[in-house]
């Protein structure tokens, strides 16, 4: 895998091309800025891009706009964001074009073993990665009238995945449950939410995050 | 005066005189059997009759009147059925009634040198033309006579050629002088309007030009052609200069009809101002009695040493610019106003129209403007005050973000290489307790740099900004009802923030249960309501804001509700 990296830090750039050299995966460039990451993507066309939320020249959301390019001009190219926020408000502007190939990611939680090449991985083969902190925040967050009270704990466990992008096959996976249990997890949750069941397919995360963001109050 | 009734009485004489002298005769001018030309000369005369009332000193009072009653002379004297005396008389006046008419053309006033020299030639010559056709000339003792042939019964000398020649010079005088004057006056409307013609000043200068074409035109003609009543050329110079002649007499009286009126107006003005118009309103009350609908008022502001304009915003220092121009009125030597008006109105005339009791009013409002100047000063400092604490939170949190956490992140993939690289079990064992100092480390400083200014207000507003307030509460349910979507001055989405963030501690130290935000854009301004239920005495975080919300000139009431506290917040939002 071929990995381009922006960040405005150079301490911060070597690191994760270190960690990365770890676990097998090669960086082709790094940038500092997003002008400076637009010409390499033209120039190397690497299968992902790791991007820094805050770039110059005004250090708020540059790496989020650059994000947003890359993934309009270049489809092919997958791009994880690395943020400072755990305002959902970030990840949404960030997954509102579409959600294949795309993550949003806690910029400390890099230096968690395989978090990162986890995240690369999933991104690359078009999954959705969204930071299991921002959907934490989600869950928890007090509301009026709970909908998620009628919720089992399992239920809660698979929305909670399905939040942070994963498919029915990696909630199995992960849940270590066959795909017919899961199915009827999924599909639990979604008549108790009253949600439309959306499938598999990349606008679940979305709906699940937009229902999740409301504040139950009706 | 006594100059005046004089040469008032000595026309009214000469009126008189040929009054009586052509009673007896059948009206023998252009008239012939035709109604017409008499009704122009009527009018003519009657409208001459009025510019030596508004005349300003003795010598132009004396031209006028002069003129206005010599020009029917010509006419109605001059014609076949009068006697040889009165003919003569009248054709001799001819230059005279067209040099008066270049003089009372020319521009007036001491300023002008030029004009008045172009006056006395223009006079000289057309006395000495007079003269010469008075005693010098007689038609009938030249062989080669064959036009203007009536026999001269005034003749003293017979000096033919002589007389001749000083009737052609003088005539010639006063048709040069026309010319000069018909100049003299467009230059003089050209400047006074700004280099562009107003369709006043040309019309003016129109009426002037005829009325000095149709009369020294005419004596010049008299020298060439015979005088007939059925000569085309006669005929139009006659209506030429009976119509100058009205259009220049009434376009004359424009002016101090205006003047006349304004004096009637501003003292009608200065009735209102006694009876208190409301604060702010006399620049339109000016406006209404100059009709001058774009006229400014500009106060003095004694405190900026600058002019404000009536609400006490600063204005571009008055000075005359195209097509305005700017009278200062001062009281007790100190400046006090500033009227930028239209260039018809006379500033010195204004100035001297204006009466105490206007002079007090303005200085009352200049009073008021410098006021609201200051205040103005006042509220934008605060303002100022409160964009430059703003700037400083988004200062800290930036150096936080962009220094120290990068550091804390580097540091963290620095310990996760050690984790990697390191075999000895006991350092393993310290590099994991340093990942997760770390970790910690950063999450800290997350929430530290978040509460100092959350970064989410300036990259996606204040909506975005009061969502995530009600995201990150764990312990108590926030209700967004309606949020305001647009953006708004730093300054204002800081406020709002700060007001809706210090309202969910107050709710949370009052234990309440929820809290509800209702909030919209109306008019200019944010209205927000914040309903809680804990007791009204815990809002203690939301009063600290009071200020900064006043510096805003924005509202902010914290009142006991039914069911709890509900805070109203109103801040101007306007950009």
Redesign the interface.
Known sequence: MRVLIADDTALIRSGVTRLLQESGIDTVGEAGDAGQLLALVRATRPDAVVVDIRMPPTHTDEGLVAARTIRRQHPGVAVLLLSQYLDSSYAMRLLQDGTAGVGYLMKDEVARASTLSDALHRVVSGECVVDPAIVRRLLGRARGQNPLDALSAREREVLALMAEGHTNGALCRLLSLSPKTVESHVGHVFSKLGLLDEGDGHRRVLAVLAHLRQDGSG | MAGRAAVSLLALVLLAVMATATAHLPLTTYVGDRQVPLVLLAVATVALLLPPTMARSRGRFAVLAVLALAWPVPELAGWSLASLELRTLAEATTPVVAALAVVAVLPAGPSNPRARAVGRLVLLGAFTAAGARLVLVDPFLDPRCWRTCDHNPLLVAPWQTAGGALLIAGTAAVAGGAVAAVWLRSRRAVRSSGGRADREGVGTLLCAAALLTGTAGAAVLRLVVRERADSPAYVLLFVLAQLGAAGWALSELRSPVRQWWLGVRLHRLAGAVCSSPPPGSLAQVLRRALCDPVLEVLYWAPGREEYVDPAGHPATPPRDREGRRTTLVARQGQPVAALVHAPSLDGASLDRTLGAALRLALANEQLRAANLAELAELRSSSVRIVERAELERRRLE?NL??GA??????L??????L??QSSDVRAVQLAERA?LL??LA??EL?RV?RGIY???L???GLA?AL??V????????????SVPQGRYSRAVETTVYLVVAAAAKDARSGRAG?L?IVGEERAGALHLELLHDSPCDRAVAVRELDDQVRALSGVLDVERSSDGTVVHLRLPCAS
């Not at chain 2, 963290?412 to 290489?417: F, G, N, Y």
């Not at chain 2, 009600?470 to 009802?481: F, G």
């Open positions: 930036r973000h962009d956490q990068q550091r804390l992140v580097s963290a993939l620095l310990v996760r290489m984790l990697v990942a770390t970790r950063v999450e997350r740099a959350p970064a989410v300036s990259d996606g975005a969502h995530d009600a995201e990150s509460s764990v312990d108590l349910p926030i209700q967004l009802r929820s509800r």
